[in-house]
C-alpha cells in the first residue's frame, strides 16, 4: 500500500534554532519526492522537488535530503524564523501514475 | 498573474443541497486538479484533468462531478451535499504532470460546511 508518513506530528522550537522534519514512504515505482510548506488557512506552496537521482536540495534556509534506498527523506530548517510556524507536507509521486500521495504534515511552530 | 483562484472562500451548505465550487488559473497548464483536505489527513485527490475536455477520476470521486470546457477553469460540482463532504477543498494546477516534476500551484482553498 503506497504511504507516506511523517514524524513528528506537531514540533514547537524557539526562534533561532535549527530543526529537522522526517518522511518515511513506501510508495513504488518512485518518481519524485515534495516538501511543501502550508500556512494556516493557506493552500500549499512548494519548496522543493527532488527526483530519484538527487540526495539534496536547497531553497533559502530548507534544505531536503533524500534517501531512495531506504524511502526516507528529511526536511532541515536553518535559523528558524516565526514565519516558518506552518504544516510541512512531504508529498512523494509514483511514476506512471498522476496521482501524488501526501503525508499528514508537521505542524511546526515558532516561538520567541 | 493571479495564480490559482478559488471561489468561494467559504460556504456552509444544507443536507442535499447542490453547488458548484469554481476554480481558475491564468498559467496556460494543462494539468488541474481537485483534492480535499480532511483534519489530521493528508490530501485526497477528488478529480483530475490533463487537458481541455479531459477529465478522470481521483481516489475519493463519489459526490463529485467537474468539467474541463477551457484551459483556465475547472469547476467541482457537489451533488446532494452530505454532511461526509465537510472539508477544505483545494484546486491545483500544473504545466506537466505530477509524475513528472511540475511543481503544483494551489489555490487557496474553500472551506465548506454541510449541515
Known amino acids: 500500500k503506497n504511504q507516506v508518513e511523517q514524524s513528528p506530528q506537531s514540533l514547537i522550537i524557539l526562534e533561532g534554532k535549527n530543526c529537522t522534519l522526517q518522511c518515511n514512504y513506501t510508495v513504488s515505482p518512485f518518481s519524485n519526492l515534495r516538501w511543501y510548506k502550508q500556512d494556516t488557512g493557506r493552500g500549499p506552496v512548494s519548496l522543493t522537488i527532488?527526483?530519484?537521482?538527487?540526495n539534496t536540495k536547497s531553497n533559502g534556509r530548507y534544505t531536503a535530503t533524500l534517501d531512495a534506498d531506504t524511502k526516507q527523506s528529511s526536511l532541515h530548517i536553518t535559523a528558524s524564523q516565526l514565519s516558518d510556524s506552518a504544516s510541512y507536507i512531504c508529498v512523494v509521486s509514483p511514476s506512471g501514475a498522476n496521482n501524488l500521495f501526501f503525508g499528514t504534515g508537521t505542524r511546526l511552530t515558532v516561538i520567541p | 498573474n493571479a495564480g490559482v483562484t478559488q471561489t468561494p472562500k467559504f460556504r456552509i451548505l444544507k443536507i442535499g443541497q447542490s453547488m458548484t465550487l469554481q476554480c481558475a488559473q491564468d498559467m496556460n497548464h494543462n494539468y488541474m486538479y481537485w483534492y480535499r483536505q480532511d483534519p489530521g489527513m493528508g490530501l485526497k485527490l477528488i478529480y483530475y484533468?490533463?487537458?481541455?475536455?479531459?477529465?478522470d477520476k481521483g481516489e475519493v470521486p463519489n459526490g463529485y462531478n467537474v468539467s474541463r470546457s477551457t484551459t483556465e477553469d475547472f469547476p467541482l460540482r457537489l451533488e446532494l451535499a452530505a454532511p461526509s463532504q465537510t472539508s477544505v477543498y483545494f484546486c491545483?494546477?500544473?504545466?506537466?504532470?505530477?509524475?513528472?516534476?511540475?511543481?503544483?500551484?494551489f489555490g487557496e482553498g474553500s472551506r465548506l460546511t454541510v449541515l
Open positions: 484533468s490533463v487537458g481541455a475536455g479531459i477529465t
Open positions: 491545483a494546477s500544473s504545466y506537466t504532470s505530477g509524475k513528472n516534476t511540475g511543481e503544483l500551484f
Open positions: 527532488m527526483t530519484f537521482s538527487e
